[in-house]
């Protein structure tokens, strides 16, 4: 998960703060102490790092502090205040033109996600916003680029102009945004090309480009997991284009997370979206907020209520409660949970967004993969419609016919009827406390 290190590193430190009913120097210092360190291992400017610093230390000995009467959560509260500022504050979407088509030109080094960003928020775009988006192919260096991006079209069943790599970059642009405009296109996101290094006759290209279009947004990709680098180049960027935002790439993969933390502060310019995976609906809008919240322990209920609302179909989960309720859940159904909450994302960065999940025991542990689920449901689809619905009846015989139908052993056999069983049970419970105490939360 993004931010891991970082992330138990601070809620290991306010812990020790968390319950107190008084604060004094000598706390600030030492909590200070602990969280400038782990800042810096997470790879943070060392500037940024000062100054956060500072700005704590002046909050956390300040009134607010000092007058609050859990001075322990004020202190945990200044903080992520702080985080969330030094992320950027609120959230930065991306500027829809009132003159359409809004033009995106999309720039950044090689290897570090231009393409399959594009592909992504194109994608992103005209799911939310209902917009028609074209795409340009503009990088006629890297070989397989326009190739890539076609490739990318299709899967997306979104145009793509290109004109080969024979015409100028600066032409295809220029072109690319009058066929939007006939064509009656929304947006077009210009994919341009990427270098190994900062140089200058890309930087011309850009300018170039930017020039020809006039750009609503230029928006820079880069590597997370480059750290410090990709705020460099961020830098570098800046300063010869006037970025207007970033999109951070490969943050699934980026434990420490020291760009993401540092790009607004040394650029100015905000993180709009982050890149979780390979695939193209990994891509989220960047919340300053709930990404304070989720380093802090705090969860991100908001980012998974909308998840949730993303993929699960309403009305299902309205029979499927009732179905709970009546305890006639079959393994049918088990299997149509399994598959919304899949669409939802991989289950450990889910589980990341509940508040407290770092703290239950073994959750740290809890990596359930795409293969593992994979084998749950070959398991549920080899068993016949009766043993679906009445697990009691499989016996040692049918054990063995299923594990060798889904290519499993009979131990998974068992590990999921007993993990099925004890969910009934479970549900059981839970049901006989709501009926009890009608007002009662069952999970507190
Ligand atoms: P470009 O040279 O900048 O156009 O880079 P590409 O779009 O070709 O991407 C380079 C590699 O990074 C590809 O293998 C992508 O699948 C991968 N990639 C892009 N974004 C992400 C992301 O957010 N997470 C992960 N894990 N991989 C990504």
Redesign the pocket.
Known sequence: MAFENLADRLQETFKKIRGKGKVSEADVKQMTREVRLALLEADVNFKVVKDFINRIKERAVGQEVLKSLTPGQQVIKVVQEELTTLMGGEQSKLHMSNKPPTVVMLV?L????????TGKLANYIRKQQNKKPLLAACDIY?PA?IK?LQTLGSQLDMPVFAMGDKESPVEIAKQAVAKAKEDHNDIVFIDTA?RLHVDDALMEELENIKEATQPDEIIL?VDAMTGQDAVNVAESFNERLGLTGVVM?????DTRGGAALSVKAVTGTPIKFV????KLD?LEPFHPERMASRILGMGDVLTLIEKAQATVDEEKAKEMEKKMRTMSFTFDDFLEQLSQVRNMGPLDEILGMMPGANKIKGMKNLKIDDKQIGHIEAIIRSMTPAEKTDPDIINASRKKRIANGSGTSIQEVNRLLKQFKDMKKMMKQMMGMTKGKKKKNPFN
């Open positions: 950044g090689q290897g570090a996600g231009k393409t399959t960003t890297r680029a890539q990427g990709v790439t490969k943050l699934d993969g890149g979780m995976g390979e990994a």
